[in-house]
Nanobody
């Protein structure tokens, strides 16, 4: 099965930037639809961004124009570049993979592999 490992989280001031990385173990990475989700304490897990095998992308309205998702299939890695960060972006960010279907989704339950999460904290 697929193992995902996130990295790149940390503490930044509002207006700053972070780049998250998610490394996948499978050789079939290029066939996976990949997504980023986030969850703050006391809140539901929410969709952030997704990218499919052909490179098409999808973004939540709250991050459009600020975040960019990309993938490097040779490195089996997906990235989330986060610019103009706001305190409301503070959350644990999770990388997820759809390994049995090529179409990406905004629904967490459609993803079958998840990373451990990485904390992103944006101070005022």
């Amino acid at each position: 099965q697929v193992q995902l490992v996130e990295s790149g989280g940390g503490l930044v001031q509002a207006g700053g930037s972070l780049r998250l990385s998610c490394a996948a173990s499978g050789r079939t990475f290029s066939n996976y639809a990949m997504g980023w989700f986030r969850q703050a304490p006391g809140k539901e897990r929410e969709f952030v961004a997704a990218i499919n095998w052909s490179g098409n992308t999808d973004y939540a309205d709250s991050v459009k124009g600020r975040f960019t998702i990309s993938r490097d299939n040779a490195k089996s890695t997906v990235y989330l570049q986060m610019n103009s960060l706001k305190p409301e972006d503070t959350a644990v960010y999770y990388c997820a993979a759809r390994t049995a279907y090529y179409r990406y989704s905004r629904i967490p339950r459609d993803y079958d592999s998840w990373g451990q999460g990485t904390q992103v904290t944006v101070s005022s």
